[in-house]
Nanobody
């Protein structure tokens, strides 16, 4: 059994910052790659950023590059998404996801998902 639980979402003004957390529990020893996705109202789920479970190899969507950073605290089995210079178009439900295979940006490739946390950026 694997559980991913996101937290840290909320309402923030444009230009502000938030840190999202994703706590993993259960059979995490098989994890290889983790990612953050987001889904805005009326839109599909899109890749935001991801990295190897070891913490290496981070990559980001062009829309967030330079503003968002993925990181991990292995002692807490928690991954983070630091979001800076937030824009209204960043408003979405943010999900963390993990897969046991190679890095991917496709939602269908991820076996484990959290329930998401809402981020709202006001203008």
């Amino acid at each position: 059994q694997v559980q991913l639980v996101e937290s840290g979402g909320g309402l923030v003004q444009a230009g502000g910052s938030l840190r999202l957390s994703c706590a993993a529990s259960g059979r995490t020893f098989g994890f290889y790659y983790m990612a953050w996705f987001r889904q805005a109202p009326g839109k599909g789920r899109e890749f935001v950023g991801g990295m190897l479970w070891s913490g290496a190899g981070a990559r980001y969507a062009d829309s967030v590059k330079g503003r968002f950073t993925c990181s991990r605290d292995p002692a807490k089995n928690t991954v983070y998404l630091d979001m800076n210079s937030l824009k209204p178009e960043d408003t979405a439900v943010y999900f963390c996801a993990v897969r046991v295979g190679a890095p991917s940006t496709a939602t269908a490739d991820f076996e484990y998902w959290g329930r998401g946390t809402q981020v709202t950026v006001s203008s």
